[in-house]
């Protein structure tokens, strides 16, 4: 029994569901399965964490999705709730010690990485397990800014995937040097609305106002990639959305798809970013509700055996 296995039933339900019409967010991310090292490691397993060799384990990265009820017109109206479908992929990836010759190349490259997949393939792999909506539905990937890769972005725009992911490249634009994020710093206010922010380690939960203002469609240029110069690869078609707190750090930068031309339009790109907390629950339910850090197996083998 494999984790796919177990859980088939369970996605072909979650996927029928999103056969029906409406706007749906499937909201991703990765986290960290971890278990400390005992007399000697779990053979299967990779290093994780910062420390990379006090801990080892897999990463997980999961896929859930929501029904999102659509923004209201009203300027004061609440963020509003969503109704959680359930989990529609899953991939375990296991981190594989840099080779020699890696380590060795000055500038580490692609030709060193033959035969070693990038983790940021995650990301677009779970992507091609989802497909692309029916005629009537709009599907909406949602993800923090470990999702800011062009081959992810890419991959929505080529299937139909509506998507809200927060920006952590300055990228190039076609046709004017300047770039995505002095675009977006540039644009004024639309307006502002107020929403509960979670607790950090340095902040408790608190309620702010939140400025918001949108880009004109701006064309995110191809990076370098091997055998292709920077620009060669088809560009990516984004408005940006910027959301921040005045005399704060705080600030979301949000690349997303079709054209943004309102502030209501702005205020629901940022609403729905801010549902991504679901995945941090889901994961956290998986950790702390169902134990999954607390198995004590000697090899990693013996879970798919088990």
Known sequence: ????????????????????????????????????????????????????????????????????????????????????????????????????????????????????????????????????????????????????????????????????????????????????FTVARSQPSAGQFRLPIRSRPDRPTRRVTLQVSFSPLLALRAPQRPGASTGKGQPVAVSVVRVWEADSDLEWLLLCDGVVDSFIQARERAWQYATRWLIEDFHKALKTGLGAERLQLHTAIACSRR
């Open 1 to 180: 029994m494999t984790p796919d296995v177990l859980q088939a039933p369970h996605r072909q339900d979650v996927t029928e569901q999103l056969q029906q019409p409406g706007t749906y967010l499937l909201v991703e991310d990765t986290t960290q399965l971890r278990w400390s090292y005992s007399t000697r490691p779990r053979p299967g397993l990779g290093p994780v964490a910062a420390t990379k060799n006090a801990e080892q384990g897999v990463l997980l990265h999961s896929l859930v999705a929501a029904r999102w009820p659509g923004s209201p017109d009203s300027l004061s109206a609440p963020r509003p709730a969503v109704a959680l479908l359930g989990l529609l992929d899953q991939q375990y990836y296991v981190r594989q010690p840099v080779p020699a010759a890696e380590r060795a190349h000055p500038h580490g490259g692609s030709r060193p990485r033959q035969g070693r997949p990038r983790e940021s393939g995650l990301w677009t792999q779970s992507l091609r397990h989802v497909g692309t909506p029916p005629p009537g539905s709009r599907w909406v990937v949602v993800a923090d800014r470990g999702a800011d890769i062009y081959e992810h972005l890419l991959t929505c725009q080529q299937h139909g995937l509506g998507f809200v992911v927060r920006a952590c490249q300055d990228r190039g634009l076609v046709s004017t040097h300047q770039s995505v």
